[in-house]
Nanobody, 132 residues
Framework: VQLQASGGGLVQAGGSLRLSCAAS????????IGWFRQVPGKKREGASC???????YYVDSVKGRFTISRDVAKNTVYPQMNNLEPEDTAVYYC???????????????????????????WGQGTLVTVSS
């Protein structure tokens, strides 16, 4: 299982960035993918997630500004971040769980957007810096 995050960079407040999380060793169509962020010295916090069935969930601080989508054929998830604020400056990580879910499972259409402890595999982060 590998996750490769990319797309970070420097952007002005109010701007947009699209990140990518390329997965290998498993199909994102069967697994939840979560997005988290961490400011150095602070706890890792959730931002959004996309379930195995493609349902998306967001924490309140990013709702309305961030969207997450995926391309199952490319095995890649794309968080789109709009109207960025200096407070969004952080290292962004993607993560997945150990367990796959099929359409018969409740968790096929649900994922934990805020709970990092529910995720088992993590990619390296990509730094997003928002200047004021």
């Amino acid at each position: 299982v590998q996750l490769q995050a990319s797309g970070g960079g420097l952007v002005q407040a109010g701007g947009s960035l699209r990140l990518s999380c390329a997965a290998s060793g498993f199909s994102i169509g069967d697994y939840t993918i979560g997005w988290f962020r961490q400011v150095p010295g602070k706890k890792r916090e959730g931002a959004s997630c996309i379930s195995a069935g493609g349902r998306t969930y967001y924490v309140d601080s990013v709702k309305g500004r961030f969207t997450i989508s995926r391309d199952v054929a490319k095995n890649t998830v794309y968080p789109q971040m709009n109207n960025l604020e200096p407070e969004d400056t952080a290292v962004y990580y993607c993560a997945t769980q150990e367990r796959a879910y099929n359409s018969g499972s409740y968790y096929y259409n649900w994922c934990p957007a805020a709970s990092s402890f529910e995720y088992d595999y993590w990619g390296q982060g990509t730094l997003v810096t928002v200047s004021s």
